[in-house]
């Protein structure tokens, strides 16, 4: 596996952590649950946060929006499947959370030559 492949399953390991911490916590979803939405959002969040956003407006900007992006799909989610429930209070932890675990990953991708923004 290259680079970015470990890479993406790095993002989708702490994207998974932080669903634990703030969907099955707080909104008591179960791992398998929580585990379909770290997939889709680490999917989504690379796809456009990490291949578009990130190169044109910057790391901060990209990390929020990654954020924002992460609850909104968790949000979806509780909208179309009675098995997946979220609050507002939990949605807002969550992009926080992502938010700057992002940043953090950002730093990474910039700095690592091999893996592709």
């Known amino acids: 596996m290259g680079s970015t492949g470990w890479a993406l399953?790095?993002?989708l390991g702490f994207t998974f952590i932080a669903g634990l911490?703030?969907?099955a916590l707080f909104d008591g979803n179960?791992?398998?649950a929580v585990l379909v939405?770290?997939?889709a959002v680490t999917a989504a969040n690379y796809l456009?946060?990490?291949?578009y956003?990130?190169?044109?407006v910057g790391n901060p900007i990209a990390a929020v929006v990654d954020g924002v992006l992460a609850a909104g799909l968790a949000w979806l989610l509780g909208v179309a499947f009675?098995?997946?429930?979220t609050t507002g209070?939990?949605?807002v932890a969550l992009a926080a959370v992502i938010a700057i675990m992002e940043y953090f990953f950002h730093v990474f991708l910039k700095e690592s030559r091999t893996v592709l923004p």
Do not use: S
């Open 9 to 11: 399953l790095v993002k």
């Open 21 to 23: 911490l703030t969907l």
């Open 30 to 32: 179960t791992w398998l």
């Open 37 to 39: 939405w770290a997939a």
């Open 48 to 51: 456009i946060g990490d291949r």
């Open 53 to 56: 956003i990130l190169p044109t």
């Open 82 to 85: 009675p098995w997946f429930r």
């Open 89 to 91: 209070a939990t949605l």
